[in-house]
């Protein structure tokens, strides 16, 4: 199935042909307006049947046997064509007849000529229509599903993040326990403050979604909590409050047609900025690759990192010294596989009994 | 059909109580740690059959007939209880168990317990898992559809949105076709810098979506183009790069399983900010409200919006006495009310009549 292209040499025609000639999609008739120069080089490249130009252009400067034109060509020609497909790419009012004929013959229109909506929107059967225009794309987008390629998740960075990574070696429990935007227990509070949290979330995404292209970004503000890049090269965002109502609302199956939280308001947000996590800063974070790659060292991962927080919260260690000996036990138990739970049951004593008996020392 | 909550006391059991209570929904069990005050207080307001508490707590303390003790009390408690669903918002190991009891038993599973994965994924059918974690849930959420609330689309700005105001009154046609961000057409370029183009794609998207709940907000890098506000309290942003390919691949029914364009990575985004259109900077941004309560102006707005680019470009005017026309256009002409193509005609004819005389004096 081919398409009729009304506005071939603007930025949307030359965009549409580029895709016409990387898909292999027929383009049986091209219209265009003035500019003779590039509509010869695209009929010499696309060989359409029929051909149109704007009133005040020479039909014999235009290298093709069929040349109509101005608005009464456009109407010959979506008269003649099979194409089922007109994309519209006409600027301004000279749309609106092109749209409305195609719709009257049956055809779907692809319309960049947002003109034809402005000025007779009542009058136009709209599921027919395709809106290209980027705005317009994103919410239809929003509203879709397509494969995805890449999940990401953000870390608002913990309570320390702004010190200087000198000052961390020496930062109490009771300092990493102020977390900038979330109120939670204190466990998953000083997880946060070491990037542990995250780790473990890109673990349970694992497990969730079933893939290990996961990564995950720092977003100072904790408003957008999850990305999603699709394999056509959008990416899709999702922004809510502060608040953990929301997921236990969807959790709980309460109705969601009525409101949870209170909406974002976008100008509201104040500056948004996706950063790097540093493993300078947050040495856990060099194993997440390899964890990802072997999820059943979660086990090893989780012993340790439960041991020596308490050893933190106690004064026992500094708080490099969680990472460290998280790190440690992860490579002296690297070779482990459990494939029980009566294992997985092992394991975690295992390893709990060597991160105790490590850091007394 | 109530719930089995482990971990009432922290700050997902408390949240989850609070849901309950607004949505009548019944708990069957409470399960909390050291925190016996509080949970005195929660079996007052919810009068659970079963409660259970942390090994080492005395039982004694709790005001209820039947209170459990610990990993074999929590066990015992959900073989007990007829509830389906058991909210898991115990922190780390602890939580694992419980987790598989729950599956084993055949009920479903609201995770706030991390860790459950983190340490056991591979054993754990997460069909029946729904995660309690904001970042999850957003990822969930990205992939699901609830009804929406409002639109938002996004805006550049144009040309001169950096220009001092007094400086923008001289602008000529060639200052205000340096768009920052897209490589357009002429008409289309201008109509971004005077904001007749973001106009435009609010009517647009009340054709399109059915709503007149659309709004546009500044962002200047283009990248993000839409963002959905649902019911809930959820929003929606989709990400691209700044190239139409996407949009057209779409209309063109292309396969999109395939890369069109390469994605967007978050890391490179750099700040990102929404910001207002000022009515000073944008006079006719002043109408929107108008415009979109009365869609059929459209034509008034339209016509008038060409006549005043063509003599902008002319230099027969400046750049605000474009949306002055256009503004004492849509003032004159706002009992019009056209319901045929005929009539959208004759309207389009006078306006521009009016406008071209208007512009001469």
């Known amino acids: 199935m081919g398409i009729v292209l009304l506005g071939s040499t603007g930025s949307i025609g030359t965009n549409t042909l580029e895709l016409c000639e990387r898909h292999g999609i027929e383009v049986e008739a091209l219209v265009a307006g003035r500019n ?85 929107g009542s009058l136009i059967d709209t599921s027919r229509i395709f809106a290209i225009d980027s705005e317009h794309f994103g919410l239809w987008f929003l509203q879709n599903a397509t494969p995805f390629r890449k999940l990401f998740i953000t870390a ?59 990564d995950a970004v720092i977003e100072r503000t904790s408003q957008i909590h ?21 997921p236990i609302a969807y959790a709980l199956g309460i109705d969601i047609t009525r409101p949870v939280l209170p909406p974002i308001d976008p100008l509201e947000m104040g500056a948004i900025r996706f950063e790097a996590i540093e493993e300078a800063r947050y040495p856990i974070w060099q194993i997440r690759r390899h964890l990802l790659e072997h999820p059943h060292l979660g086990v090893v991962v989780n012993a340790a990192n439960e041991v020596a927080i308490e ?26 596989h459990p494939e029980t739970i009566d294992e997985i049951v092992k394991i975690d004593e295992e390893v709990r009994r060597y991160v105790k008996l490590k850091m007394k020392k």
């Open 36 to 120: 003779v120069a590039l509509l010869n080089e695209q009929i010499a490249r696309f060989h359409p049947r029929y051909v149109a130009v704007a009133e005040g252009t020479d039909p014999r400067s235009v290298n093709h046997p069929d040349v109509r034109v101005g608005q009464a060509g456009i109407k010959e020609i979506l008269e003649a064509c099979d194409a089922q497909l007109v994309v519209n790419a006409l600027v301004g009012y000279a749309g609106l007849h092109p749209t409305l004929k195609a719709l009257e013959l049956g055809k779907r229109v692809a319309l960049a000529n947002k003109e034809s909506l402005v000025i007779a």
């Open 226 to 246: 999850a990305l999603i890049e699709f394999v056509d090269g959008s990416t899709t965002a999702h922004i809510a409050g502060v608040d953990m109502k929301l």
């Open 311 to 336: 050893a933190f919260k106690e004064g026992k260690c500094g708080f490099f010294e969680m990472s460290d000996a998280v790190l440690d036990a992860y490579r002296r138990f690297d070779n482990v």
């Open 156 to 214: 608002s960075g913990g309570a320390l993040r702004d010190w200087k990574i000198e000052a961390m070696r020496t930062a109490t429990f009771e300092e990493a326990l102020k977390h900038p935007n979330w109120s939670m227990g204190a466990k998953i509070t000083i997880d946060s403050a070491t990037m542990t949290n995250k780790l473990f979330e890109l673990l349970e995404a694992r497990w969730l979604f079933g893939t290990t292209d996961i």
